[in-house]
């Protein structure tokens, strides 16, 4: 008999696994793909670690979770930074003053407030994120940088989008290109899948497993289940399907030694069917002679796809409400990562509520 099953190998899943295993709790942790890690999950290809679920930075104000993932693997001191290219035009991005510049000319901080004060637009619905972000930036550069790669990333009118999504990026008025504010940064040395490795560590695991193809046999042999997928999918999508976006990859390897001469290139306009290009030998300032590419497509998510990015519009936070209320009447059952808790999570978020769910369990 186990104490936990836990289902998944995400983050979620791994941070809880070892937290309990190391109170003594006896955890087996199921995933149905052949691979550990989820979508954090890295793989080496000729030399280079390959984020084959879409580009991973670690990034905290967090010092403790920072020395957290710090125990299972070094970090290098990769600082993340992003470029967009807009009608085959690179730009410095996160808007600042070097993006200033090179649209409007402007080239000290008081001259982009200036700028800033003059072509902000007043807007009466800051709610979406189309208003909110024009009530800053104005017509011209939501154009440029935003309104292409947004209306592609979720396949929704970005006034139909909550302003939440948009207001993860900075507005700068400095010379400051770095993508994340954040104190702690940085990618594992060796990529993502020796960290989880190095979490799951005496921790019994199977891959190739799907929990709800024998729901039965497994919650028979648990005292508790941990389940860190979709939460819809759970209650058999009693209340309705929640939405997702979903994303495919197109990984390249070429015979280049620098394809874009950095990790990340945002791709803004609407006729560009990717969002984005990632070379992952830059995550690691790799000088191999080859590179591999990697082209974000977005889609709609459907059954049977993988889901990624929840929709936290008013629609779909009010039927994961519904999913909440039921969750809450299910003692022997824990909900925890980005698809359970249906929250557009980074990393160190999924960290904290993975180590807060399990204190809570072991201080019972
Ligand atoms: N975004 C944008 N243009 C960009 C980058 C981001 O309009 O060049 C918007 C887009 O709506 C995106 C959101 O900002 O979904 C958040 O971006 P972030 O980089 O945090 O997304 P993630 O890396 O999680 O996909």
């Not at 600042?96 to 009466?124: D, G």
């Not at 999508?237 to 990340?264: I, K, M």
């Amino acid at each position: 008999m186990y104490d936990y099953l836990i289902v998944g190998s995400g983050l979620f899943g791994s941070v809880f696994a070892r937290e309990m295993t190391d109170k003594g709790y006896r955890c087996l942790v199921l995933d149905k793909r052949s691979t550990i890690g989820g979508n954090v999950y890295t793989e080496k290809i000729d030399d280079i670690n390959v984020h084959k679920y879409g580009a991973h930075i670690f990034h905290t104000n967090d010092e403790a979770i920072w020395k957290y993932v710090n125990r299972f693997v070094d970090f290098n001191n990769y600082r993340h930074k992003v470029f967009v290219k807009n009608n085959s035009r690179l730009y410095s991005f996160p808007i600042n003053l070097l993006t200033l510049s090179q649209v409007y000319n402007v080239n000290s901080p008081e001259e982009a407030e200036i700028k800033l004060q003059s072509i902000r637009q007043k807007t009466y619905n800051t709610q979406n994120l189309e208003d909110w972000i024009v009530s800053q930036i104005g017509v011209h550069l939501y154009e440029i940088f935003i309104k292409g790669y947004t209306t592609k990333q979720w396949g929704r009118d970005p006034k139909n989008l909550p302003s939440s999504i948009i207001k993860r990026i900075p507005i700068r008025k400095e010379l400051n290109d770095f993508y994340f504010d954040d104190l702690f940064q940085g990618i594992p040395k060796g990529g993502y899948t020796i960290m989880i490795k190095n979490l799951l560590s005496g921790v019994e695991v199977k891959l190739n497993t799907n929990y709800f193809e024998d729901k039965n046999y497994f919650n028979s042999i648990t005292n508790k289940i941990v389940y860190t997928g979709p939460i819809d999918e759970y209650f058999d999508y009693e209340y309705g399907a929640l939405e997702y976006r979903s994303l495919q990859f197109q990984h390249e390897s070429l015979t280049l030694n620098d394809f874009q001469g950095t990790s990340v290139i945002n791709y803004t306009n609407l006729e560009i069917p990717y969002t984005r290009i990632l070379e992952h030998k830059h995550f690691e300032f790799g000088r191999q002679k080859s590179t591999i590419i990697t082209k974000e497509y977005p889609l709609e998510w459907r059954k049977g796809e993988e889901p990624y990015y929840p929709i936290n519009d008013e629609k779909n936070n009010a039927i994961f409400q519904n999913y909440t209320k039921k969750a809450k009447t299910l003692p022997n059952i824990i909900f925890g990562g980005r698809l359970a808790e249906y929250k557009y999570y980074d990393m160190h978020q999924v960290i904290a509520s993975a180590l807060k769910k399990s204190k809570q369990e072991y201080d019972k």
